[in-house]
């Protein structure tokens, strides 16, 4: 679930993203809440209609950008939270926008939005904040060796989910393990690294211990075998503990004042001896399977650079298009764009909070890890 509150601002360390994942925000120091891909609107944000010559870029171009990750989303709309009294529209609303998007030639496309959806900026007093991830590719093996030593976790079989509506209690889930007829924690990330695994229990093998961690803080990635080929891996869980930005330790502690992955990276590689310390103050662990995808978001569809944002659930339903007008922070161009609310993240909260996904690769991480900056969102809601 690409889905994931990844992301501070320093997009790669403050959060944890998004990829194809579920979900969970700790709720007290022993149990966390469990919150679904497809997330539950809780809140409805501060609205201010607009009208699409408002939106600066908008264009024909946009309108047939965005179509396939559209269409992608259309499949996996959730009903439970597009009812008919749902301020985003409904269900059936949303059914029957999606067929008709589907037989709309492309040179009809503008029009299409322009006739059937009104543009809605959330929180127009705020100034927003919008972040970016990506999904690494990283050298690993499937047979550990003195180079591959790294290991790369299955979801483990004790790993148990609650849900709480099962005993008549609100919130949507707990994590944990069972000991002693008690569900208690899972381990924390130290505790989970200083076991050894079973070889059953590993997924694949990498050679780095700071790729590994990073991969985490994705969701998703690509692992590149000896041989050239390439291996797509999700997000399974993770162990229920709350994510700890370890970019905000180091500039709490003076050590960084620009916090980018760059920025962290280099620090690592200056300061091995504190490497471990380092990545354990994050106590968050994620687990992984094989995607037939390369990124999968929490909304269950592929990710598309530059076209699936991430987004706080509770504001704004998965699967609806949106409107992003910011800036890309390493370029300083202009980043206006139709986009879908496809994904979240362990630190995208609010109305007017976004994480960008960038794609794979090293120009998408030169792009995601220094992203922050302010800007406008805005929500495509039925006429």
Same mark, same amino acid.
């Given at each position: 679930?690409?889905?994931?509150?990844?992301?501070?601002?320093?997009?790669?360390?403050?959060?944890?993203?998004?990829?194809?994942?579920?979900?969970?925000?700790?709720?007290?120091?022993?149990?966390?809440?469990?919150?679904?891909?497809?997330?539950?609107?809780?809140?409805?944000?501060?609205?201010?209609?607009?009208?699409? &010559?408002?939106? +600066?870029?908008?264009? =024909?171009?946009?309108?047939?950008?965005?179509?396939?990750?559209? @269409? /992608? *989303?259309?499949?996996?709309?959730?009903?439970?939270?597009?009812?008919?009294?749902?301020?985003?529209?409904?269900?059936?609303?949303?059914?029957?926008?999606?067929?008709?998007?589907?037989?709309?030639?492309?040179?009809?496309?503008?029009?299409?939005?322009?006739?059937?959806?009104?543009?809605?900026?959330?929180?127009?007093?705020?100034?927003?904040?919008?972040?970016?991830?990506?999904?690494?590719?990283?050298?690993?093996?499937?047979?550990?060796?003195?180079?591959?030593?790294?290991?790369?976790?299955?979801?483990?079989?004790?790993?148990?989910?609650?849900?709480?509506?099962?005993?008549?209690?609100?919130?949507?889930?707990?994590?944990?393990?069972?000991?002693?007829?008690?569900?208690?924690?899972?381990? &924390?990330?130290? +505790?989970?690294?200083? =076991?050894?695994?079973?070889?059953?229990?590993?997924?694949?093998? @990498? /050679? *780095?211990?700071?790729?590994?961690?990073?991969?985490?803080?994705?969701?998703?990635?690509?692992?590149?075998?000896?041989?050239?080929?390439?291996?797509?891996?999700?997000?399974?869980?993770?162990?229920?503990?709350?994510?700890?930005?370890?970019?905000?330790?180091?500039?709490?502690?003076?050590?960084?004042?620009?916090?980018?992955?760059?920025?962290?990276?280099?620090?690592?590689?200056?300061?091995?001896?504190?490497?471990?310390?380092?990545?354990?103050?994050?106590?968050?662990?994620?687990?992984?399977?094989?995607?037939?995808?390369?990124?999968?978001?929490?909304?269950?569809?592929?990710?598309?650079?530059?076209?699936?944002?991430?987004?706080?659930?509770?504001?704004?339903?998965?699967?609806?298009?949106?409107?992003?007008?910011?800036?890309?922070?390493?370029?300083?161009?202009?980043?206006?764009?139709?986009?879908?609310?496809?994904?979240?993240?362990?630190?995208?909260?609010?109305?007017?909070?976004?994480?960008?996904?960038?794609?794979?690769?090293?120009?998408?991480?030169?792009?995601?890890?220094?992203?922050?900056?302010?800007?406008?969102?805005?929500?495509?809601?039925?006429?």
């Amino acid at each position: 679930m690409i889905s994931a509150y990844l992301h501070h601002r320093y997009s790669l360390f403050r959060h944890h993203r998004p990829v194809s994942r579920y979900i969970v925000k700790c709720a007290s120091a022993l149990f966390t809440l469990l919150i679904s891909g497809c997330g539950l609107l809780t809140t409805t944000p501060e609205q201010k209609p607009v009208k699409f &010559s408002d939106l +600066e870029g908008w264009s =024909q171009e946009q309108a047939i950008g965005v179509r396939p990750a559209l @269409l /992608n *989303s259309c499949q996996r709309l959730n009903r439970s939270v597009l009812t008919e009294k749902s301020p985003w529209g409904s269900y059936q609303q949303w059914q029957s926008l999606c067929k008709e998007l589907v037989q709309t030639p492309d040179r009809q496309l503008k029009a299409f939005f322009e006739q059937n959806f009104v543009p809605v900026r959330l929180s127009p007093q705020d100034r927003g904040l919008f972040t970016a991830y990506y999904s690494p590719v990283i050298p690993g093996n499937v047979t550990p060796s003195e180079e591959y030593s790294v290991p790369l976790l299955k979801l483990p079989h004790d790993l148990v989910k609650v849900r709480l509506a099962d005993f008549g209690l609100s919130g949507q889930g707990l994590v944990g393990r069972v000991e002693k007829g008690f569900l208690k924690p899972y381990g &924390s990330r130290a +505790e989970i690294d200083q =076991q050894t695994p079973k070889d059953s229990d590993v997924l694949l093998w @990498l /050679n *780095s211990t700071v790729d590994k961690f990073f991969l985490q803080v994705q969701g998703s990635g690509n692992i590149e075998l000896p041989d050239g080929k390439i291996i797509h891996v999700g997000y399974a869980g993770n162990n229920g503990h709350n994510y700890v930005a370890i970019g905000k330790i180091l500039k709490q502690k003076g050590e960084l004042e620009d916090v980018s992955m760059q920025t962290i990276q280099t620090w690592l590689e200056q300061n091995p001896d504190q490497k471990e310390w380092l990545l354990t103050q994050n106590p968050r662990y994620i687990f992984f399977s094989f995607s037939d995808e390369g990124a999968i978001t929490a909304q269950g569809v592929p990710a598309n650079s530059r076209r699936t944002l991430a987004v706080d659930p509770s504001y704004i339903p998965l699967g609806l298009p949106v409107w992003l007008d910011t800036r890309l922070t390493a370029t300083g161009e202009k980043f206006q764009q139709m986009m879908v609310a496809q994904d979240t993240g362990s630190a995208i909260k609010g109305p007017a909070r976004g994480d960008i996904y960038m794609g794979f690769g090293k120009d998408a991480a030169l792009l995601a890890g220094p992203q922050q900056e302010p800007g406008k969102l805005y929500v495509l809601i039925p006429r």
